[in-house]
Structures are given as structure tokens and as C-alpha cells.
């Protein structure tokens, strides 16, 4: 996983720590109706994120038309909209009313005869819905672990950070401390948290199909299951519009407990796309996936050094 640099900008997280205060209080429903404002504004005025979201729906589907893929784009933006208007909700809310949000519980027993047989579990967690009303019932209903990035804004870690912890939630850094506890968590028959779809450092990965496209992809899971004979389990927090979450654990990609790298990574990334299935416009597609490869092709020189394990 790449390192995130922060910066100094007092002012703006001032102003976005204020906003997530002041939204915090709102009805999902209100959320969802701004983030129908937003979104087609986004998809109209951000270039970048219009782009890449178009590209990427064009490799998962080929086959759908052009219109398609527009309407799919715009109803992305939107998603990711929501997901950014709900944090304060996610992080600052009232806990009874976040939890009431969540309106089922889907594939739970996952969890729990994982945990019955002495197993720690990897819940994978794709950038889909909101992974953060995800996070906050993992580690309100079990010992949970995840790895943490700082945010670019410096100044937010700490609001971040005390949203993502307020459960119980023990978060651990991205370097090879962090990797430590996760193992430390799962001998524990804990759970923890991994992202599959962000594209780690070089050395980090593999390349692996993502809808029939390499994508660099990280190994890190294939050593936690052999050193801990951890239960794989894909976990998303499904937006229902307005009105809530449901929340949807599904069983691993069996290619997940492969030894060989690349194979493993084959079943994360199945894992992803079996996720994505559940409602494709809640994915957050303008995340650039397929990074790496334009790197390769363009004869960027690798850089090693940064390794997670």
C-alpha cells in the first residue's frame, strides 16, 4: 500500500472538520437528496474524476453502450458523493442512530463460525458503499483491527482517527509494525481489515486480472493466511438510498488461500468484482486501478524499497 504524504492546510480542515460536525445531525435522507445535487455536478465539472470513472466502467463493460456507461458514471459520482456528505453521520453521529441506519445484516455467520472454530478473520473491504458505517458496526460488535493512512490534510488525522477508533477499533500503521499486529489480531481469533483495491508500492504486489485487465495488486493476504490459517470474508455496507445500509459478507474467492501470489491475488480481485455486482454504481470507480500497468508500459522504473513485509 502506497504511503500517503500530508499537508498542512489549518484552514480547509477547519472547515471540512465544521461541515461533518454540522452534517453529522442530518437524516440520511437529506444527505442522499444533496448528494443527487452534487454528483451529475461533478461528473459535469471534474474532469478527472469523469474521466477515470469512464474509463475504468469501459473495462469492466465492454459490452454496455456508451449512454450506459455515462448513466452508471453520474450514478457513481453520486455514490461517492454520499459517501463523503455521510461521514460526519459515520464518524460523529449519535451511535444509536448509526447503528439503527443499518437495516440487515447479511452472511454474518461468516463471522461467527470462523471465529466458533478458532480462526482469526480478514474481512476485505472494496470501496463500495460506505466502508465506513462498515468499519463502525465491525468494531462495535467484535475485536477489530485495521490499517490506517493519515489524510492528506494533516490537521483531519486527528478527527479521522477518533471516528474510526470511537467502536473500539485499534488502528495500526501501513509499514511493517502495522502488518505485525494484524498477525498479533488474527492469532487472537480477532478480525481485522484489509483493502484490496488500492494499488500497492512497488514490490508490494502482484499483477493480477481485475476485470480481465492486469492490476497491480497487493500480496500482503496470502502471508497473513499462511501464518495464521485465517478465514477470508469480502464485507460491504450497500446504501439504500435514503434510508440506510445493509450490510452484505460474502464467502472468499477460494483462490484467496492459494500459496501462489499471483493466484491469490486472482481470488481478491474476484472477491472485489463479486462485491461490485451487488450494485455497481456504488463503487467508487475513479479510483485509478490500472495505475501500475500504464507505469510499466511507459518504463517508469520500479521502487522497491517500501515494503510491507
Not at 489524510?151 to 509499514?175: C, F, H, W, Y
Not at 499462511?226 to 483462490?255: I, M, P, Q, Y
Amino acid at each position: 500500500m502506497a504511503e500517503t504524504r500530508s499537508h498542512s492546510h489549518p484552514h480547509r480542515a477547519r472547515a471540512i472538520a465544521a461541515l461533518w460536525k454540522a452534517l453529522a445531525g442530518r437524516r440520511l435522507s437529506s444527505l442522499w437528496g444533496l448528494s443527487r445535487i452534487i454528483g451529475p455536478l461533478v461528473h459535469r465539472f471534474s474532469r478527472r474524476e469523469r474521466q477515470v470513472t469512464e474509463i475504468n466502467l469501459r473495462e469492466a463493460y465492454p459490452e454496455q453502450d456508451e449512454a450506459g456507461r455515462r448513466r452508471l458514471a453520474r450514478a457513481s459520482l453520486t455514490h461517492s458523493a454520499a459517501t463523503m456528505l455521510e461521514l460526519g453521520f459515520a464518524w460523529m453521529g449519535d451511535p444509536a442512530r448509526v447503528e439503527a441506519s443499518i437495516l440487515a445484516v447479511h452472511g454474518r455467520e461468516l463471522l461467527d463460525v470462523a471465529r466458533a472454530e478458532g480462526r482469526g478473520v480478514i474481512v476485505l473491504a472494496p470501496h463500495f458503499g460506505n466502508w465506513e458505517v462498515l468499519n463502525f458496526w465491525l468494531s462495535g460488535h467484535f475485536p477489530f483491527t485495521a490499517m490506517y493512512e493519515p489524510p492528506k490534510i494533516a490537521e483531519l488525522d486527528a478527527v479521522t482517527r477518533q471516528g474510526r477508533e470511537r467502536m473500539g477499533a485499534s488502528l495500526v500503521p501501513t509499514n511493517p509494525r502495522g502488518v505485525a499486529a494484524l498477525l498479533k489480531a488474527l492469532k487472537r481469533c480477532e478480525a481485522i481489515g484489509i483493502l484490496p483495491d488500492q494499488e500497492p508500492d512497488w514490490g508490494s504486489g502482484v499483477f493480477a486480472p481485475f476485470y480481465g485487465r492486469p492490476a497491480y495488486t497487493a500480496t500482503l493476504l496470502p502471508k497473513l493466511v499462511a501464518r495464521t490459517e485465517a478465514r477470508v470474508v469480502t464485507g460491504v455496507a450497500r446504501r439504500v438510498s435514503g434510508r440506510g445500509f445493509e450490510l452484505h459478507f460474502l464467502a472468499a474467492d477460494e483462490r484467496v488461500y492459494a500459496t501462489d501470489e499471483r493466484e491469490s491475488a486472482t481470488g481478491v480481485n474476484a472477491c472485489v468484482e463479486a462485491a461490485i455486482a451487488l450494485d455497481p454504481a456504488q463503487y467508487q470507480w475513479e479510483y485509478k486501478r490500472y495505475r501500475k500497468v500504464v507505469e510499466e508500459q511507459q518504463g517508469h522504473p520500479r521502487h522497491p524499497e517500501f515494503r510491507l513485509y
